[in-house]
């Protein structure tokens, strides 16, 4: 039985409660995993695993609230259907097919909603995957924001495929596959509430691709894959560093933040490993594997950048350190909230 953490004692929903950080891990556990535990819900993963006579399958599901619904390097159309994709992909899955729901604000432009639907459509067909089936409801003007769109997806688990928390050892290695922080400062400065001006891009990609390449390339080498949304690099590392009872030492001068991600971060207050990443897959590999799984992700257009940022130690067990570029070590907790809500 999974460990609790503190009690869940607000009797309203916050934002915090949408953030990915502690409040969303304490929502999630102490209201909808007592209500609905399961043994394929227990695990809390990007997706659940199922088996049907023989057949092992994936099936996630994933809501986009983001604002503004366009931005730039993407809009809330293929951020939906990426991160129901990567959702799939980062557990193992070979993604099989998506349905989508739509809430539709009263007044919203019927032009705005063909370009939505054109861009979910062009970031299907990439992954190969169809959109078969789905939803639509309209509610009364002021009531949605606009529109928000809710994926579900389910994906064939290969032969032989097993990724997990259980899998992590002490003296694994870190990777991420490219600079993280990017979608997230995107969508910020998008916003146009900070009157900040920067050259920034959502990095929202699929990354069936990359994972399928690990897989393949690394065998029972590969042992756990996330990608970094809500909440960041920082969240994903401590939900896993407490789901393994392990510790996960990062390298601040490995970290593969692009200078202008740094900078805005900077003036914001804000620390890029809290910060979403919507095209970056994190990985942990055992160690004679790492120098391989860096190749493979390189070899990848969208892994270039991929970076070795890290291991993984025995002790303190849960937590989750980083050696600063200055020499010294500090603790990177996991956040109540997150400074940024709404950005997927």
């Known amino acids: 039985?999974?460990?609790?953490?503190?009690?869940?004692?607000?009797?309203?929903?916050?934002?915090?409660?949408?953030?990915?950080?502690?409040?969303?891990?304490?929502?999630?556990?102490?209201?909808?995993?007592?209500?609905?535990?399961?043994?394929?819900?227990r695990p809390l993963s990007d997706a659940a695993l199922l088996e049907h006579d023989g057949v092992r399958l994936a099936f996630t599901t994933d809501s986009s609230v983001v604002k503004p619904i366009f931005f730039p390097g993407g809009d809330i159309g293929d951020l939906a259907v990426n991160g129901t994709v990567n959702d799939l992909a980062v557990s193992?899955?070979?993604?099989?097919?998506?349905?989508?729901?739509?809430?539709?604000?009263?007044?919203?432009?019927?032009?705005?909603?063909?370009?939505?639907?054109?861009?979910?459509?062009?970031?299907?067909?990439?992954?190969?995957?169809?959109?078969?089936?789905?939803?639509?409801?309209?509610?009364?003007?002021?009531?949605?924001?606009?529109?928000?769109?809710?994926?579900?997806?389910?994906?064939v688990m290969p032969a032989g495929v097993e990724l997990g928390a259980d899998?992590?050892?002490?003296?694994?290695?870190?990777?991420?596959?490219?600079?993280?922080?990017?979608?997230?400062?995107?969508?910020?400065?998008?916003?146009?509430?900070?009157?900040?001006?920067?050259?920034?891009?959502?990095?929202?990609?699929p990354v069936h691709e990359l994972a399928a390449a690990l897989g393949e390339g690394l065998g029972g080498g590969l042992r756990w894959m996330r990608d970094p949304t809500r909440g960041g690099l920082a969240t994903a590392l401590n939900e896993l560093a407490g789901d393994a009872g392990v510790a996960v030492w990062l390298d601040e001068e490995a970290l593969p933040v692009r200078p202008v991600v740094a900078g805005t971060c900077e003036i914001l207050g804000i620390d890029p490993l809290y910060v979403a990443s919507e095209g970056r897959l994190v990985a942990i590999v055992a160690p004679d594997a790492a120098e391989r799984a860096?190749?493979?992700?390189?070899?990848?257009?969208?892994?270039?950048?991929?970076?070795?940022?890290?291991?993984?130690?025995?002790?303190?067990?849960?937590?989750?350190?980083?050696?600063?570029?200055?020499?010294?070590?500090?603790v990177v907790d996991m956040l109540v909230g997150d400074p940024l809500p709404r950005i997927c």
């Not at 607000?10 to 409660?17: D, G, M, N, S, V």
């Not at 493979?296 to 002790?315: C, N, T, Y």
Request: no cysteine.
């Open 1 to 41: 039985m999974r460990e609790r953490g503190p009690k869940l004692r607000e009797t309203l929903i916050t934002l915090a409660h949408g953030a990915g950080g502690k409040a969303t891990r304490m929502l999630i556990e102490q209201v909808f995993l007592e209500a609905f535990e399961n043994p394929a819900l």
């Open 92 to 155: 193992g899955a070979r993604p099989l097919a998506l349905s989508a729901g739509f809430v539709i604000e009263e007044g919203f432009p019927v032009d705005d909603l063909r370009r939505v639907a054109a861009s979910m459509a062009a970031a299907a067909s990439r992954v190969g995957v169809p959109l078969a089936t789905g939803d639509t409801k309209v509610v009364e003007r002021g009531k949605a924001d606009g529109l928000y769109i809710t994926t579900a997806g389910v994906g």
């Open 167 to 205: 899998r992590v050892a002490p003296g694994d290695r870190l990777l991420v596959s490219g600079s993280i922080g990017d979608h997230g400062m995107a969508v910020v400065v998008a916003r146009g509430e900070l009157a900040l001006e920067a050259d920034l891009e959502s990095d929202t990609a």
């Open 294 to 330: 860096l190749e493979i992700l390189r070899s990848h257009p969208q892994g270039a950048d991929a970076a070795v940022i890290g291991e993984v130690r025995d002790e303190p067990e849960g937590l989750v350190f980083l050696d600063t570029a200055l020499g010294g070590g500090r």
